[in-house]
């Protein structure tokens, strides 16, 4: 059965139901498998998951009875995604259509789904052609995400990849400069950003990683004036795409 109501996703409970679901090619986010569980139909479902290169994640049996209370889920819940996950050629491609230089928002684990969404919505009112988030780690494109982006993901491209940093390598080979976002960083101010530019958003608690800030070009900062050290992902995130909006158009 699919679960409506759920906090933050559309759950698919139960092994038929997730089996169906996978048949119709409705779009998945993430399989959720209960550890050890791998006999009978289970198996089957892993297997297609990993065929349609959706991630499989192992969890404790509570979590899943708590995500699932008073249904039987037999070890199996399915995460849907709000819509189909591009690809970074048709960030590219976006970009081409409207004969501009590509502008793309990289998410470094963003794991709040407010934020992912929120991150989304602006970078589609900013004018950018796409958002590149890391398949293992960070929210994905589920309910939550979609609700907060107020339709957002339904016009800008968000491609999911397996490694970001390779990705990035992509990125600079197809004649893009990456710009991350961290405090100890040049003032946004003072940065020309009219080119094709990639901009890398950090997570909430850690910032960029190590791997991600190596293969950045430039590091930006936005100064603070305050007593408090740091913005929101989101809030940060929207400062810097208008800046990169600002010398475009300028």
Known sequence: MIEKNQKDSDLIIGRNAVTEALRSGRPIDKLLVARGERGGSVGKIISMCRDKNIVVKEVDLKKLDFMCPHTSHQGVVAVAAACEYSSVDDIFALAQE???????????????????????????????????????????????????????????????????????????????????????????????????VALVIGSEGNGMSHLVRENCDFIVSIPMKGKISSLNASVAAGILMYEVARNRNS
């Open 98 to 196: 409207r004969d501009e230089k590509p502008f793309i928002i990289i998410c470094n684990d963003i794991e709040d789904p407010h934020n992912l969404g929120a991150i989304i919505r602006t970078a589609e009112c900013a004018g950018a052609h796409g958002v590149i988030i890391p398949k293992r780690h960070g929210a994905g494109l589920t309910y939550i995400v979609g609700k907060t982006s107020a339709g957002a993901i339904e016009h800008l491209p968000v491609a999911r990849v397996s490694n970001l940093a390779s990705t990035m390598k992509e990125l600079k080979d197809r004649g893009v400069w990456i710009y991350g976002a961290d405090m100890d960083g040049e003032a946004y101010s003072k940065v020309d950003f009219s080119g094709a």
